[in-house]
Nanobody, 120 residues
Framework: QVQLVESGGGLVQPGGSLRLSCAAS????????MGWYRQAPGKQRELVAT???????NYADSVKGRFTISRDNAKNTVSLQMNSLKPEDTAVYYC??????????????WGQGTQVTVSS
């Protein structure tokens, strides 16, 4: 089976920075796109940023210029550097990866989520 384990959430003041990391493990054959989503209380889960296996990135308009997504294909990890954080960035952040395991069709996997709170 495949597991995605996130780390790096926490409490930060407005204008501060946090770095989220996510590591994929298990019987992985190949990892395609990886990304981060977030869900604030009372709102739907939304895309934050994605990155393909060759490094092409896509960002939500609300985080462009402030967040940077990156990945290490050798370590099966994806990270999200979040700068100039705002209170509206407060949410549970989820790692997502499109992964194929041996002898199975690729599917999306989710991490358990990590809380990010931006507050003074």
């Amino acid at each position: 089976q495949v597991q995605l384990v996130e780390s790096g959430g926490g409490l930060v003041q407005p204008g501060g920075s946090l770095r989220l990391s996510c590591a994929a493990s298990g019987s992985i054959f190949s990892i395609y796109a990886m990304g981060w989503y977030r869900q604030a209380p009372g709102k739907q889960r939304e895309l934050v940023a994605t990155i393909t296996s060759v490094g092409s990135t896509n960002y939500a308009d609300s985080v462009k210029g402030r967040f940077t997504i990156s990945r290490d294909n050798a370590k099966n990890t994806v990270s999200l550097q979040m700068n100039s954080l705002k209170p509206e960035d407060t949410a549970v952040y989820y790692c997502n990866a499109h992964i194929s395991v041996t002898f199975q069709a690729p599917r999306h996997y989710w991490g358990q989520g990590t809380q990010v709170t931006v507050s003074s």
